[in-house]
């Protein structure tokens, strides 16, 4: 009984601080516990995937104004 | 004045749904309103519905609520027909996935997110993918995973996985697993190559060994206090379109993809079967608004019902007739052709709760016309179905029927009885019309050119002697 106890405590933690507000079907606790397990890498992956894109936008623009420049230099 | 709940309308406390004189409506309950009015207020509303992903509604008067004390009643614009997942091709089912990703991503902007991410809370109308379901957004809590993940794969990830790389016909698990296919079957059911993709191996195999140690103590104690953050949130849903984007399938080798290719008709006799169905329909009356097309194949004569306004559902049994269909009408923006995959030897039964939470085949109907059209010799020879059952289940489906017999001299009929004893005696045009007779009164009857075959325009006779004619219905073999 008194193992069992932290164990209540942490589910019951878990339970209070994930669960929104008005869900009404049951989440999953494996559900959970690999989004909590995933969310360092799934972040870290989606950060650098914006990031790239960003920086592929960036450069497509900056080449676009370069061209640009020199064809009107040209002209 | 006739007033019943939705069957399907019982699990969120949020609301539910009711028809009133056959109006329908969506009574908002109290506990729901600070969610509803964020719905509103964030513009979210405004941004899904413009966009076409999120049925458009208007409020009415509360004095329309079923019960005390509600805090809106919304009447949602209709859907033309309900059609449930396990009745989807490949392709709509993951257009569908990709909706109601595109909703989260969205609502996650505006601070709400979906609180499920049931495939049944998506239909098509106008031949693209509509969220109906105006209550599954709540307040977003920073930190909190989301809650209808788990949900998502069983319903969406799941059954596209198999069909995508196991074998289409799996789709059909949704019909027997209404909250999706258990992650944990979809993992045993995968090849092992599964796993070198990481989406699948994250959202399937991970995800069903996770949800089977969830009594596991020690994970829970490791994961204690710990969040997910928006970005987490934002990079799940990215990683989820990206999984399903990649999952793709070709329609190749099933029965009837081909079947256009290989029928019997000549051009002409197909131009003259078009013009008789064409005919056929204009002399329906009134115009018929709701069309079934049985055994629709790839929806030629689909499109003729739709070129005069009809709404058309184009059952047909094999996914790739489906696929395609569905396809063409996405490509060519044909919006009253809704393409569904239908067994008619064992068409979709009533499923969930006291098996009534998604209809049956006919409690969607009837339809104001049926098209029928090389379908009846499917039915009668290749499943051994009576004719007056034949007859009895189409008098069920429509008020019009547009038939076509085709004799066993059709080289199509040949074709189905090569390789089995003709215990068909009945298969006549006499013993066809005898079956027809009790059901329907015979408007019209039409040779098809350069063919063999015959079409028949019916009316449905009313129910009472359509019951008489159940309980004396004789085989015919």
Known sequence: MQTAMPIVFIVGLLIITSAPAHAYIDPGSGSYMLQIGLAGILAAVFTLKTQWHRLRERTAVMIAAHNHGKKRHQG | ?477
Request: with cysteine; net charge neutral.
């Open chain 2, 1 to 477: 004045m006739s007033v019943s709940v939705d069957p399907a309308s019982f699990r969120d406390p949020s609301g539910f749904v009711f028809r009133r004189d056959g109006v329908l409506y969506r009574q908002v309950q109290p506990r729901y309103g600070r969610d509803y009015d964020l719905l509103l207020g964030s513009g979210l509303y405004d941004t899904l519905a413009d966009s076409g992903l999120l049925v458009r509604h208007r409020e009415v008067d509360a004095s329309a609520a079923i019960s005390p004390g509600a805090y809106r009643v919304l009447e949602p614009e209709p859907v033309p027909f309900i059609s449930y997942p396990y009745e989807w091709c490949f392709s709509q089912l993951k257009d569908a996935a990709l909706a109601t990703l595109q909703i989260q991503k969205t609502a996650l902007g505006r601070g709400l997110g979906l609180k499920d991410a049931s495939a049944y809370n998506v239909q098509f109308v106008a031949g693209r993918p509509v969220f109906i379901d105006t209550l599954s957004f709540e307040r977003y809590e920073e930190g909190a995973p989301w809650a209808a993940y788990g949900q998502f794969c069983r319903h969406f990830l799941a059954p596209l996985a198999l069909m995508s790389r196991v074998d289409i016909r799996q789709g059909q698990l949704l019909r027997l697993y209404v909250d999706g296919i258990p992650l944990d079957l979809v993992a045993r059911l995968l090849p092992g190559s599964s796993k070198l993709n990481p989406g699948l191996l994250a959202h399937i195999h991970l995800h069903g060994g996770a949800q089977k140690r969830c009594g596991d103590g020690e994970a829970q104690r490791r994961s204690a206090g710990r969040t997910v953050s928006r970005t987490a949130i934002l990079g799940l849903l990215d990683s989820l379109e990206g999984t399903i984007r990649k999952l793709n399938w070709q329609p190749e080798g099933t029965e009837w993809a081909d079947y256009y290719g290989h029928t019997n008709y000549t051009d002409a006799a197909m131009e003259d079967k078009r013009r008789l169905v064409g005919e056929m329909l204009d002399a329906v009356s009134p115009a018929p608004r709701a069309v079934w097309d049985l055994g629709a194949n790839t929806g030629a004569f689909s499109r003729v019902a739709a070129e005069r306004g009809a709404d058309v559902v184009a059952w047909d049994v094999d996914p790739a007739a489906v696929e395609r269909n569905y396809l063409e009408c996405r490509k060519s923006g044909a919006t009253r052709i809704l393409p569904l995959v239908q067994d008619l030897t064992s068409p979709s039964p009533g499923l969930g709760w006291a098996s009534e939470e998604r209809r049956s085949l006919l409690q969607r109907g009837p339809a104001d016309a049926v098209l029928a059209l090389a379908l009846v010799h499917h039915l009668a020879i290749g499943n051994n179905v009576p004719l007056p059952a034949v007859a009895r289940f189409l008098q069920d489906a429509g008020k019009w029927l547009i038939v076509e017999f085709v004799p066993k001299s059709d080289s199509q009929v040949r074709r189905l009885l090569a390789s089995r004893p003709d215990v068909f005696d009945g298969y006549t045009r006499e013993g066809f019309e005898a079956a027809f007779e009790p059901h329907f009164e015979t408007v019209r009857t039409a040779d098809v050119a350069g063919s063999q075959r015959s079409l028949f325009l019916l009316r449905a006779r009313p129910m009472a002697a359509h019951i008489e004619g159940r309980d004396s219905a004789p085989h015919f073999n």
